[in-house]
């Protein structure tokens, strides 16, 4: 079990993204769990990922520094946090008095995104559960080539955020993550459960269930988990299949997701 989480995706998240479309969620993406910290006395840790779908991508990293006592111990954290990712999507043809192209056919809509956040919080760990609090300021960048007007997932935005992490051990080998963001900046926001079964000491294997979006959309995500644990750190690989939906027209896609996140502490 061995390490003290950061964040992902962010569930998290990272942390993670609603991929080849017009609502990206990548600033949920790289929000993860907190899992109670190794017999080490780190002070910093620093979580980075990759999340990808067929026609997205996202990379992500931030940091948690405990300033007056090591992340092992209850008390106060601040965390900092951005990420890059690139997608497409491909419009529905215009119907009448759409807001859209007014040419009568589709356009391919290029995607770029940017955000950062900077946050305060509080770690408590009674007993089995460890819970971690964070409030603070968010920004999001999606900038659309051609310009989509009838996505409101669409320029820059800022707003409070606030984030929720939670880890559970219900057995010597079963574990429990349950976490959330939210944030005013484009509506974003994520949730995510992971229920961990560990093979050995530093090797669980697990299922993971997870809803994220924007004010564009949503998406919910299933899939499984491996997470391989050491004394200064953690990697865990996820995949699965999605099920999402747009305010678009009422546009539905399915797709595949996979997610790569490693922290270290120090």
């Given at each position: 079990m061995g390490c003290h989480r950061p964040f992902v995706a962010g569930c998290w998240a990272v942390t993670c993204i609603l991929a080849a479309n017009a609502t990206p969620t990548w600033a949920n993406d790289w929000e993860t769990s907190v899992e109670p910290a190794a017999a080490l006395d780190p002070w910093r840790a620093l979580s980075s990922g990759i999340t990808a779908t067929p026609k997205s991508w996202v990379v992500y990293a931030s940091t948690t520094i405990a300033p007056f006592d090591s992340l092992n111990s209850n008390g106060f954290r601040v965390r900092a946090g951005g990420g890059y990712g690139v997608y497409t999507y491909t419009t529905?043809?215009?119907?009448?008095?759409?807001?859209?192209?007014?040419?009568?056919?589709?356009?391919?809509?290029?995607?770029?995104?940017?955000?950062?956040?900077?946050?305060?919080?509080?770690?408590?760990?009674?007993?089995?559960?460890?819970?971690?609090a964070f409030a603070g300021a968010a920004i999001d960048t999606q900038a659309l080539a051609p310009f989509d007007i009838c996505n409101a997932n669409r320029g820059r935005?800022?707003?409070?955020?606030?984030?929720?992490?939670?880890?559970?051990?219900?057995?010597?080998?079963?574990?429990?993550?349950?976490?959330?963001?939210?944030?005013?900046?484009?509506?974003?926001?994520?949730?995510?459960?992971?229920?961990?079964?560990r093979l050995t000491p530093n090797l669980s294997i697990g299922l993971e269930e997870q809803a994220l979006g924007n004010v564009a959309g949503h998406q919910l995500r299933s899939g499984a988990f491996a997470r391989y644990a050491w004394s200064w750190g953690e990697a865990i690989a996820s995949g699965g299949i999605s099920s999402q939906r747009f305010d678009l027209r009422d546009l539905r896609r399915?797709?595949?997701?996979?997610?790569?996140?490693?922290?270290?502490?120090y």
């Open positions: 529905r043809p215009p119907a009448a008095n759409d807001c859209r192209f007014g040419n009568g056919t589709t356009a391919n809509i290029r995607g770029r995104s940017t955000f950062s956040d900077i946050l305060a919080g509080y770690q408590l760990q009674v007993g089995a559960l460890t819970v971690k935005a800022y707003g409070v955020k606030g984030v929720l992490e939670t880890w559970a051990e219900l057995s010597p080998k079963i574990w429990l993550a349950v976490d959330g963001n939210w944030t005013e900046a484009h509506g974003g926001f994520n949730a995510q459960t992971r229920l961990g079964f399915d797709d595949t997701w996979a997610s790569l996140n490693l922290m270290f502490h």
